[in-house]
């Protein structure tokens, strides 16, 4: 079955380290890719989105996400997290191998302690 | 701009009772959607609406109905409810249903069951 994996459930971390959260998904075809951010209490809202071109994506907020397509991943990175980006990040996929609908992965929960 | 609202907020149901979740946007997208967001499970489709007119079945449409009632309004109806049916749902629409297009989420609704 096609889906989006997020292998961190919860993270912790420290003001200034830096943050890698992984996210795989097991679609065939052309996809496009996207994180999305949801601080406590509110919508989802965009971070950023990969349709093509360089792989390297710089969304809002200083993170930026590489779509590496031989491992099916799209990590979303930031060089020094601060305790505002404590929120749950995820990953979403869109394929035209599903039907065009886009699948979230389950979700990753950072907390950044001050 | 208002963008994807959501009524209600909260709401506590019985089992067996009904329930309609309202959806409107001002954005005059195309395409609108209904989610469900249990932990750890990410989001996952309920049902979508690529244009008025028209409603697709997502991946859990089990125990839904919706209505596009126009191009704005989209809701979503729990006929009997089920303390399965006990989650947060949002409301999203996006510009066409295009790979590309980003979908914007409402508040949410948290909806409880007992």
């Known amino acids: 079955a096609q889906s989006v994996s997020q292998h961190n459930h919860h993270v912790i971390l420290s003001e200034a380290a830096s943050l890698e959260l992984g996210c795989n998904y097991s679609?065939?075809?052309?996809?496009?890719l996207f994180w999305y951010v949801q601080y406590p209490g509110q919508h989802l809202q965009l971070l950023l989105k990969?349709?093509?071109?360089?792989?390297l994506v710089k969304g809002i907020k200083g993170f930026e996400a590489e779509f590496i397509k031989s491992k099916f991943s799209f990590n979303l990175r930031k060089p020094s997290v601060q305790w505002s980006d404590t929120a749950e990040y995820f990953c979403?996929?869109?394929?035209?191998?599903?039907?065009?609908?886009?699948?979230f992965g389950g979700g990753t929960r950072l907390m950044v302690k001050p | 701009n208002a963008g994807v609202t959501q009524t209600p907020k909260f709401q506590v149901l019985k089992t067996g009772q009904s329930m309609t979740l309202q959806c409107a946007q001002d954005?005059?997208?195309?395409?609108m959607y209904w989610y469900r967001q249990d932990p750890g499970m990410g989001l996952r489709l309920i049902y979508y609406?690529?244009?008025?007119?028209?409603?697709d079945k997502g991946e859990v449409p089990n125990g839904y109905n919706v209505s596009r009632l126009n191009k704005r309004e989209f809701s979503l109806r729990l006929e009997s409810a089920a303390p399965s049916q006990t989650s947060v749902y949002f409301c999203?629409?996006?510009?066409?249903?295009?790979?590309?297009?980003?979908?914007?989420f409402g508040d949410g609704t948290r909806l409880s069951i007992l």
């Open positions: 999203a629409s996006s510009d066409g249903q295009g790979r590309s297009q980003p979908q914007h």
């Open positions: 679609y065939g075809g052309t996809v496009n």
């Open positions: 990969y349709f093509s071109g360089d792989p």
């Open positions: 979403a996929v869109i394929s035209n191998n599903a039907g065009n609908m886009l699948t």
């Open positions: 954005m005059n997208h195309n395409s």
């Open positions: 609406s690529a244009s008025e007119g028209t409603t």
